[in-house]
């Protein structure tokens, strides 16, 4: 058999794990469709469970992701599409059909937790920004009738260019441009109890911003001790862009002299990918940001002036989006191909994964499986499905007798008593069987046996590359940093 095959794949484990750590933080991710071959809705949903993903968000109320989301214990952000605000925002009933045919029928098995009202409707669609908050006061009066207002919020995802000079974060405020309707949004969120969506993209912050901001401040990396960031008027240090354009909102509503409300991080992310003239869309770069995005929110502080407030985040976004128009990074902020592959390595704190409760089953290959199927499974399950798949390396315990029913044995077993208990299916297109019979021998232990010492549920880790977190801080002198901070105001 040709190990090569899937030996890189095993090597290149993509560990995502959107858990939500103690702090109560999470990150999710958003389900852009513009896909050509988009996988069908329950195999999406396995995409996810299968990364532990555990909060998604739609860009609209596709009846097949909500009946598939259904049970599988993720949360969903379900979308009013842009074109849909202004019929709604026009007429309660229309927002009250909406609400019967997207959300309440598929409560509560389908943990619909927030309406995200548009994209970015002030300035995608400014004409209809008019219309925005009458059609989130609409839906809210439609979630009260159906009583479905304590589990559901409204709220409406906005971008970061409202804000037009966001550093430093402490002047930051809203174009005054759409003062009254910013005024109004705010005002029901603060009445609703619900957040203040931002779409913020360091990404575009650097590489539109004519090399003024570092790049290890986009990426989350430790900044040289000449260059580190600091807000002149509150001597906030802040560790990287996305923290400042966070705190710039929540500078930006206290401006408009509310608090209390809640920033969550609607999307974000880096492309893998572009064309020439974006150099800066690179897998490096990409699987940096992520990985290092992925950290710095499960560690659960906020930003500098809002420290105990969790960031809460949305990956943008789960697939690469070949069918989307502009630039070629456009068609690349995905993390995964549709056919489930990581497209790059993204590594987590896996610490508190999932352990498996062992049920005294094996889920093993049928040895007269069709080879063909029986490789693809092994390639899935050392992959995208995220099975420790190190025992049956050359060498390793498990490696012998080296057959395909041998290897994906070992690999559909680890995989399943990993994720049966959130789902995760002995099948393999019909080349798996569950026994009851311990397939363990010698040193070869399989996942799961009684004979394993710890279980052998440890989660599967990808080998890690931390960045070197050894920069040693050198005083500034105050004059190094003045410039700095000044060049940063100019922006
Ligand atoms: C639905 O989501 C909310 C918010 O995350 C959570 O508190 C609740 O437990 C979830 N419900 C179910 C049934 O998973
Ligand atoms: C504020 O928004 C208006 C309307 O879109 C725009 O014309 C103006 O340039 C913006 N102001 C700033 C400072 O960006
Ligand atoms: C916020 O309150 C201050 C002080 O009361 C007032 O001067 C300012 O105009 C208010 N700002 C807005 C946007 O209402
Ligand atoms: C959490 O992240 C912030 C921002 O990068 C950082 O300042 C803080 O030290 C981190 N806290 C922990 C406990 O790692
Ligand atoms: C998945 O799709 C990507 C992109 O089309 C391709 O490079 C990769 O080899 C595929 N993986 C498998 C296991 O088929
Ligand atoms: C993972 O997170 C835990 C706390 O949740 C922390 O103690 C541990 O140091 C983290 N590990 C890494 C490699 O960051
Ligand atoms: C493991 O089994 C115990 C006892 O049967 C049960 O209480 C627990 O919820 C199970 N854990 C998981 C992750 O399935
Ligand atoms: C567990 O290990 C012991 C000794 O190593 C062996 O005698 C026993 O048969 C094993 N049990 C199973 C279920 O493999
Ligand atoms: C993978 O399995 C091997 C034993 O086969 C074990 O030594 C290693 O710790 C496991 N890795 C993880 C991350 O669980």
Request: glycine fraction near 8%; include cysteine; aromatic fraction near 10%.
């Amino acid at each position: 058999m040709r190990l090569q095959k899937w030996h890189g794949f095993s090597l290149w484990l993509v560990t995502l794990g959107f858990l939500q750590i103690t702090s109560g933080a999470y990150v999710g991710i958003n389900i852009g469709t513009d896909v050509s071959d988009l996988p069908s809705a329950s195999d999406i949903v396995t995409i996810l469970k299968a990364n532990r993903i555990t909060h998604v968000r739609l860009y609209d109320a596709d009846a097949r992701m909500l009946k598939a989301l259904s049970n599988s214990g993720i949360d969903v952000i379900v979308s009013v599409t842009n074109e849909e605000v202004l019929g709604i925002g026009e007429s309660p009933s229309t927002a009250a059909a909406w609400i019967n045919k997207n959300v309440a029928a598929y409560l509560p098995s389908t943990n619909i937790t927030y309406i995200a009202v548009g994209s970015e409707v002030l300035t995608s669609v400014p004409n209809v920004g008019q219309v925005l908050v009458p059609a989130m006061n609409y839906l809210r009066k439609a979630l009260v009738a159906a009583d479905l207002n304590f589990q559901v919020k409204v709220s409406a995802p906005q971008s970061m260019d409202l804000i037009p000079k966001s550093f430093p974060p402490s002047t930051a405020a809203f174009n005054s441009s759409w003062n009254s309707i910013i005024y109004q949004l705010l005002q029901f969120l603060k009445n609703t109890g619900s957040s203040y969506m931002l779409n913020a993209y360091p990404y575009y912050g650097f590489s539109e911003g004519n090399g003024i901001f570092p790049l290890e401040y986009s990426l989350f990396q430790p900044l040289p001790a000449v260059k580190q960031i600091v807000d002149p008027n509150t001597l906030f240090h802040y560790d990287s862009m996305f923290d400042a354009m966070v705190d710039a909102t929540y500078y930006s509503i206290e401006a408009m002299n509310f608090s209390g409300i809640p920033v969550m991080v609607t999307e974000t992310g880096w492309p893998s990918s572009g064309g020439s003239n974006e150099p800066d869309a690179t897998t490096e770069h990409a699987l940096a940001f992520n990985k290092n995005l992925i950290s710095r929110v499960l560690n659960g502080t906020g930003p500098p002036s809002q420290p105990d407030k969790t960031i809460n985040t949305y990956i943008y976004e789960l697939f690469n989006e070949d069918k989307r128009s502009g630039p070629v990074s456009e068609k690349n902020w995905g993390l995964f191909f549709t056919n489930g592959t990581a497209v790059y390595p993204l590594i987590l704190n896996t610490s508190d994964r999932i352990t498996a409760n062992s049920t005294g089953e094996f889920c093993v290959a049928k040895a007269d499986a069709d080879t063909d199927k029986l490789q693809d499974g092994l390639n899935w399950a050392c992959g995208p499905g995220q099975a420790n798949c190190s025992a049956i390396q050359q060498g390793q315990p498990c490696y012998e007798p080296n057959t395909v029913v041998n290897h994906a044995s070992y690999a559909y077993n680890d995989y399943y008593q990993r994720m049966h208990s959130s789902g995760g299916t002995c099948d393999f297109q019909g080349t798996a069987m569950l026994t009851t019979a311990d397939q363990s021998t010698g040193s070869c232990i399989f996942t799961g046996s009684s004979n394993t010492s710890s279980g052998g549920l440890t989660p599967s880790l990808a080998p890690s590359n931390p960045q070197s977190g050894s920069f040693s801080v050198v005083p500034l002198s105050r004059l190094q940093l003045l410039l700095w901070v000044i060049c940063l105001a100019l922006v």
